[in-house]
């Protein structure tokens, strides 16, 4: 039987260290808005360029690890994000500092399309598993980023930024250590499974691709939507104090960082169709529940089923991804990991002028309309050839 590989743990750490540096820049935003004479909107550019340059190239230098391998590209990401970080205690310069917000951005899009297709290429039978794994990572990087960030500008002193390049660097050098091996087994395995004829000749289904597209970027607006304003329909609709929001918000990560790891085991065992589905027909409800209940108590109670559908289904999408797309692995996991999240940041300033215009409240409604096109979707959703197992092997890999 094909076991867990560890290896995978360490492209997980690889994930923390990228997303702890790109989640360190909004938490040292309110630091340069004093030290610079920065603005609201110069401090949002800085997140707009960051996130945009990382999403977008992700898939395009996804599509280009497709053609010509480039394994060094997943260290060299770690490094660019932590140095992105470390020189912002030198920078005074608004140029600079977004060159540097950019740097970030692109040490992300180097690293996540190339991680993910090595984390596939090692995971066997436990691509669920894996990549929830993996994930996890990401979700803890954005969780100690800003928390490490502002105890260095606000409580210690800001030259300790210099410590994400420390660690990135020690990270990468470990990583750019073990690739040679970890590129000749990922080739040793595949060429094993083809000779078993356990692997069928990759192909494109793009048609697929598309409608899993489709509940990508509901799923982003569900994410993104609700980091933007559940705090503040919170506050402003149910009463509650700018701690309560926040706490909200560190329930909703938190439990997501355990569902992203546990909702990969399950799609191992249940199929990443079904996961998938199953979070859309949770969501649904869980959303309108959300902003309708009318009670703060009661949204802190539907919380863990707004969890569940926004983090259950995300390896099951990144697996599902790369196998429609088996040519264009890297490709599949750029857009999977990248651009369909920039999608819920663009929809989030037109939920906020709605919001505007005719309340937080009625402005929300958009989230439990956009799972019920989500779950509909989701049944036109095929499971590829090459992840139909008999239960028997899902049950002893």
């Known amino acids: 039987m094909h076991r867990f590989d560890p290896r995978i743990y360490l492209f997980t750490v690889g994930h923390f260290a990228i997303d702890w540096a790109q989640g360190a820049l909004p938490a040292l935003l309110p630091y340069f808005i004093a030290t610079c004479q920065m603005n609201y909107q110069d401090a949002g550019t800085l997140i707009f360029a960051n996130l945009v340059f990382s999403s977008i190239l992700q898939p395009v230098l996804g599509y280009y690890a497709d053609r010509v391998a480039r394994p060094w590209f997943a260290p060299l990401g770690i490094v660019l994000s932590g140095a992105s970080i470390a020189v912002l205690p030198f920078v ?44 996890v990572g990401g979700n803890g990087g954005f969780a100690a980023g800003p928390m490490f960030a502002g105890f260095c500008a606000y409580v210690a002193d800001i030259h300790g930024l210099l410590f994400y390049a420390v660690f990135n660097i020690a990270v990468a050098l ?41 509940l990508i970027f509901a799923r ?49 065992r249940l199929g990443y169709v079904r996961i998938l589905r199953i979070a859309f027909l949770v969501m649904a409800p869980a959303m309108f529940l959300l902003v309708n209940s009318g009670s703060l108590n009661l949204v802190l109670l539907f ?26 692995i ?23 002028r709605a919001a505007d215009q005719v309340g937080i409240g009625e402005a929300l409604q958009v989230l439990w ?20 197992q008999p239960e028997t092997a899902r049950e002893g890999a």
Not at 191 to 212: I, M, T
Not at 235 to 243: D, E, F, R, Y
Not at 333 to 350: D, I, K, W
């Open 92 to 135: 005074t310069d608004y140029g600079v500092l977004f060159l540097c917000a950019m740097a970030g951005g692109l040490g992300s899009a180097l690293y996540h399309p190339e991680g993910a297709r090595m984390v596939n290429g090692l995971a066997g039978a436990h691509k669920g598993k894996a990549l929830g794994t993996f994930s």
């Open 369 to 388: 309309i956009v799972a019920i096109i989500g779950a509909v979707c989701s049944f036109a959703l095929r499971t590829p050839e090459a992840l139909k």
């Open 220 to 268: 982003s607006i569900g994410f993104d939507v609700c980091n933007a304003f559940l705090p503040l329909y919170l506050i402003s609709v149910l009463g509650a104090t700018a701690a309560t929001g926040s706490l909200a918000l560190t329930i909703l990560f938190g439990l997501g960082a355990v569902i992203t790891y546990f909702g990969g085991i399950l799609a191992d």
């Open 303 to 328: 919380l863990p089923l707004v969890a569940f559908a926004l983090f259950a289904p995300y390896s099951s999408a990144v697996v599902l991804g790369q196998t429609y797309l088996g040519k264009n």
């Open 330 to 352: 890297g490709f599949a996991s750029g857009v999977t990991l990248g651009l369909t999240t920039t999608f819920g940041g663009l929809v989030t300033p037109l939920i906020g």
């Open 174 to 214: 470990l990583l750019l250590h073990r690739m040679p091996a970890i590129q000749r087994d990922i080739a040793a395995q595949s060429r094993a499974a083809e000779a078993k004829g356990q692997v069928a000749a990759a192909k494109n289904d793009w048609a697929s691709f598309g409608k899993l597209t489709v």
